[in-house]
């Protein structure tokens, strides 16, 4: 057992891929200290990859991808600026809403950071911000992905905890509309004074921005409209956002060819293909800590001493910590399975359980060391990391903020989901 876990350690601190120094620990330990046979392990992994709900997933990715290709977010920029660049420090407020706004439509983070925040960087150095205020903001503005529906992390926990995907979508509602808020006052602090001042936009420029806006911001009406009314499942809304992405980038915007309907599916081929290992290595890990009884073990040490609120806060600490060293991909496939038995042991809601994992991921994303939105957000900018450091600190703060919100107001998550029958 030992030896395994040895293994597996050695492989991940060598530069293997994750699922390479999972996947190997698990299998040694499963066929030597528990005596499972080699062919449970093939038809468990395959099992994780073979339901139709984490095909959502890639889908959705595929339509962000799209949207980066087709330069719809452009548009979206304009809208909300012409709205709101009157405000002391519009531009940021720009950026948020954009940010939240993009991550309604696809669901993904990085996508996000390079579509919005590949715009905004350059216009807010021009009207005064530093370029490494702006790249933080955009690092912490795109964690709204994880809320907002579509949300990845939601349709992975969804699978992974049995619950309705659909709910959890409903569930990211609130939070996500707070950690705007959250954030939009805290960036009214890096406004000061040499930040330009800029005029009303005229009733004529806000209609003009917003014809051209309206064919790519109605996407989340659809989409999102048809999965709350039940007319199609997540994974068929994701279907859908895919082809009504590519009619108006193709008909409607007329940006978008077949050359970069193709770089769009590869980009979404190579991510993916790392996600669907990581969901394999992780399906047999949870096999062999079952038959280890590791959830029972912690449920039988956790249950009798823990309050709800405790408990809540300790997985947050966890996510938080493992998400400073591991993609939040990976801590939601390895954690769920062995936190759950707990959850349901100490009556917390697992709607509720799952918004807190998804708010306390969202930190990991901009924590060093591994912290793939900050290196993005970096390598748009064209500014180091760590200069990106110092100014990032009090926007995680509102990540931190937002986490202990949800987990001491559960209604945040569990209101809407509650109008509704799951």
Not at 147 to 168: Q, R
Request: glycine share 10%.
């Amino acid at each position: 057992m030992y030896g395994g876990g040895i293994l597996g350690f050695l492989f991940l601190s060598s530069g293997a891929p994750v699922f390479v120094a999972f996947g190997i620990a698990a299998i040694l330990i499963g066929v030597f200290s528990l005596q499972i046979p080699w062919g449970t392990f093939g038809v468990k992994g395959v099992g994780m990859v073979m339901n139709s709900t984490l095909l959502a997933i890639p889908l959705f990715v595929f339509a962000g991808n799209i949207a980066l290709e087709c330069k719809a977010a452009r548009y979206l920029i304009d809208f909300f600026d012409s709205l709101v660049r009157q405000i002391r420090g519009g531009s940021a407020l720009v950026l948020i809403l954009s940010c939240g706004f993009f991550g309604a439509i696809t669901g993904s983070i990085l996508a996000a950071i390079v579509a919005i925040g590949g715009l905004m960087i350059p216009i807010m150095e021009e009207q005064g911000y530093p370029r490494n205020i702006s790249a933080a903001l955009t690092v912490a503005s795109s964690t709204l992905a994880m809320l907002i529906p579509p949300s990845n992390v939601f349709i992975i926990y969804g699978f992974l905890a049995e619950v309705s995907v659909t709910a959890m979508f409903l569930a990211g509602i609130l939070p996500g509309l707070l950690l705007i808020v959250i954030l939009s006052v805290v960036a009214q602090f890096f406004s000061g004074t040499s930040v330009k001042e800029r005029q009303k936009a005229t009733k004529q420029e806000k209609w003009s921005a917003f014809k051209k806006a309206l064919p790519f911001a109605i996407m989340p009406i659809v989409v999102l409209g048809g999965i709350y009314s039940g007319a199609f499942t997540p994974t068929e809304a994701a279907g859908i956002a895919v082809w009504y992405t590519i009619f108006i980038g193709a008909f409607v915007y007329r940006t978008l060819g077949w050359k970069d309907i193709y770089k769009s599916a590869v980009s979404t081929v190579s991510a993916m293909g790392m996600i669907f290992m990581i969901a394999i290595a992780a399906g047999i890990l949870t096999m062999v800590f079952t038959q280890m009884q590791i959830p029972q073990i912690l449920t039988q040490a956790i249950s009798g001493y823990l309050s709800e609120y405790i408990f809540l806060l300790m997985c947050t600490l966890v996510m938080f910590f493992l998400g400073m060293f591991l993609d939040g991909f990976i801590v939601m496939f390895v954690v769920i399975p062995v936190l759950l038995p707990t959850v349901r042991q100490l009556g917390i809601d697992p709607i509720h359980f799952g918004i807190v994992l998804c708010s306390a991921a969202s930190i990991g994303l901009a924590t060093p060391p591994v912290c793939i939105g900050l290196y993005t957000a970096a390598s748009i900018s064209n500014t180091s990391s760590q200069s990106m450091i110092k100014p990032l600190i009090p926007f995680v703060g509102c990540l931190v903020i937002l986490c202990v919100f949800v987990i001491f107001l559960p209604g945040l998550s569990t209101y809407l989901p509650s109008l509704f029958q799951f």
